[in-house]
């Protein structure tokens, strides 16, 4: 090839050849290079004023500057002068997310507006593209510390639940945790992205990984920073209590700067691969159906072995980081929150985060009490006394706890039990006043096209024992059984009217008359 530059192993040989004082010919002969090439070489040596001993002693780099003079000889040219200083400004524009439909073409006119003699678009794109490859630089980290650090981040996309009521869907925001020595993190689905669902997830994950790192290294999350520094960033008061509890360090990355946590952006990248993908196709009513779910994804994951180590994720965390892992605190970090609600006339209040409610006993009604909860668990205080203690309801905005028995007055109390009841129900406490009641009840159950017809007749006969109590009710049960049929209205009669506790042996087969509201007495013929 035509101007070629000599390798370094080529000159040094000419130059031992040159010491030994071979013709031009006889080094042509045992090099193969040719003559004119060989001339210039000789011209250079001589031309650096040093011998072939002194040059044979210089170093590789010193030797090729000697005989390799600069070749940009390029004159200065002022329209790429312009341009270079003008590609700072550019990168920066393109870079700024606010401009998030600026294309290179709007540039470049606006370039060529100040500069008519510019260069054309295919250049000015040539030059633009190096510039932005020269600035878009990765440093490599060649080891990390096991136990170090733990890096945190919040994937960018959620996962969704549906609500089987409404079909609504709500987005759980994922947070990812990940240790960078053997790249094993851990995944978590959360009702939100707040600190009362955060510092939870965050106690889990130290618990998942079965100890403490000593530096916990996020970005400039509101969760955790209340002011932003490349040197000096600040936390909250709680990330610093919860950092204070586990023995551990806070650390924030530059604003703006995802690449100072580049492991678990590598993880969020496969939680998408690996979870988000294999999701696709499922639908979950509940949060804890999905944090299930995830789990056995991720367990997946961290056991699959990583082609570039022929191992898993799990096989180094305990091989390289879970022994210098700082030992769990005996107990975890407890964020609890407060809150006031006034006890409605439906005997629950109000936690007005979510807008769900929960019950208290009837008797508070109108009362001003206290609310302390925490993601898992709600307590209602008034005047330091907990009146009621309810899981907490995630995910379903609007919704009532569970009916607690012993919060309802009477009435409720037994509407919430007829609505609840089923057939075995009113046969078990037919069973309880006697043979004759059960065996009234099983014909009521049997005289309706559909049971759930005849439960409230059922209700109703069973209700008779609080005015007439259980024996007569099933001595009336006893009368009823003789006539044909059976209704609620023909117990009730029997006992209105004391037919249960009539007793004629001369006629013990006497046929009797139906009771009936509309069969006439005896008064009506005097």
Same mark, same amino acid.
């Given at each position: 090839? *035509?101007? !070629?530059?000599?390798t370094?192993?080529?000159i ?22 040719h ?5 210039? +070489?000789?011209?250079?040596f ?6 072939? @001993? ?16 600069? $070749?940009?000889? !390029? ?21 700024? !997310?606010?401009n998030?439909?600026?294309t ?34 990765? %440093? ?26 409404t079909?609504e869907?709500?987005?759980c925001?994922?947070?990812? &945790? ?12 959360? *009702? ?8 939870p /997830?965050?106690?889990r /994950?130290?618990?998942y990984?079965?100890?403490?790192? $000593? ?5 400039? %999350?509101?969760? #955790? ?20 509890h586990?023995?551990?360090n ?12 580049p ?9 998408y ?6 999701? =696709? ?7 804890? /159906? ?5 789990n ?9 072995? %990583? ?8 096989? $180094? ?5 879970q ?8 107990t ?5 929150r407060?809150?006031k ?9 109000i936690?007005?985060e979510?807008?769900c409610?929960?019950?208290v ?6 009362? %001003? ?8 668990v709600?307590? @209602? +205080?008034? !005047? ?7 899981q ?43 043979? #004759?009641?059960? *065996?009234?009840?099983? =014909? ?9 017809? #005849? ?10 024992q609080?005015?007439?109590g259980?024996?007569?009710?099933e /001595?009336? &049960?006893?009368v ?7 209704? +609620?209205?023909?117990?009730?009669n ?33």
């Amino acid at each position: 090839m *035509a101007n !070629k530059p000599l390798t370094m192993l080529q000159i040094r040989r000419i130059l031992k050849l040159f010491m030994e004082e071979c013709s031009i010919r006889e080094l042509h002969r045992q090099t193969g290079i040719h003559r004119v090439t060989l001339k210039n +070489y000789l011209h250079r040596f001589r031309a650096s004023g040093k011998s072939f @001993v002194e040059l044979a002693d210089l170093s590789d780099h010193d030797l090729a500057q000697m005989v390799h003079p600069s $070749r940009n000889t !390029k004159a200065p040219d002022e329209r790429f002068e312009d341009l270079e200083g003008r590609l700072k400004g550019y990168a920066k524009e393109l870079a700024n !997310k606010r401009n998030k439909y600026l294309t290179k073409q709007v540039l470049w006119e606006e370039y060529l507006k100040e500069c008519p003699n510019g260069y054309h678009y295919s250049q000015f794109c040539h030059y633009l593209e190096q510039h932005l490859q020269r600035n878009d630089l990765t %440093m490599v980290v060649p080891y990390h510390e096991p136990g170090n650090r733990l890096q945190i981040d919040f994937a960018g996309e959620p996962l969704w639940i549906v609500t089987p009521r409404t079909s609504e869907r709500i987005a759980c925001p994922v947070i990812v &945790c990940t240790l960078p020595c053997s790249s094993f993190f851990y995944a978590e689905p959360l *009702a939100s992205a707040r600190q009362e669902h955060l510092i939870p /997830a965050l106690n889990r /994950a130290l618990v998942y990984l079965g100890g403490v790192p $000593r530096n916990v290294l996020s970005d400039n %999350m509101a969760q #955790s920073v209340t002011k932003a520094s490349r040197y000096e960033p600040h936390f909250n008061e709680l990330m610093e209590h919860w950092a204070l509890h586990y023995g551990t360090n806070l650390q924030a990355t530059r604003i703006v700067k995802p690449k100072d946590k580049p492991s678990v952006e590598k993880s969020v990248h496969i939680a998408y691969q690996q979870i988000y993908a294999r999701l =696709r196709n499922e639908t979950f009513t509940s949060l804890n /159906a999905l944090k299930h779910r995830v789990n056995e994804l991720l367990e997946q994951v961290n056991d699959r072995i %990583m082609p570039d180590y022929s191992e898993s994720r799990r096989q $180094r965390f305990h091989d390289m980081e879970q022994a210098v892992l700082q030992p769990l605190p005996s107990t975890h970090f407890a964020y609890k929150r407060e809150t006031k609600a006034k006890v409605k006339r439906n005997y629950h209040v109000i936690l007005g985060e979510d807008r769900c409610q929960y019950s208290v006993p009837h008797k508070y009604v109108g009362e %001003m009490t206290k609310l302390v909860y925490d993601e898992s668990v709600v307590e @209602v +205080y008034f !005047k330091f006394e907990r009146i009621a203690i309810h899981q907490r309801i995630l995910g379903h905005r609007g919704r009532y706890s569970p009916p607690v028995e012993q919060h309802m007055p009477e009435s409720h109390r037994r509407y919430t039990e007829q609505k609840g009841w089923t057939e075995e129900d009113f046969i078990e406490k037919a069973a309880r006043v006697g043979t #004759s009641t059960e *065996a009234v009840v099983l =014909r009521l159950l049997t005289s309706k096209p559909y049971v759930e017809q #005849s439960f409230d007749s059922c209700l109703g006969v069973l209700s008779l024992q609080r005015k007439y109590g259980a024996p007569r009710l099933e /001595a009336a &049960c006893g009368v009823a059984l003789q006539l044909p049929g059976a209704s +609620y209205r023909l117990v009730r009669n029997i006992l209105e009217n004391n037919r249960d506790q009539r007793s004629d042996p001369a006629e013990p087969h006497a046929p009797m008359l139906p009771l009936h509201d509309n069969i006439r007495g005896k008064e009506l013929y005097r």
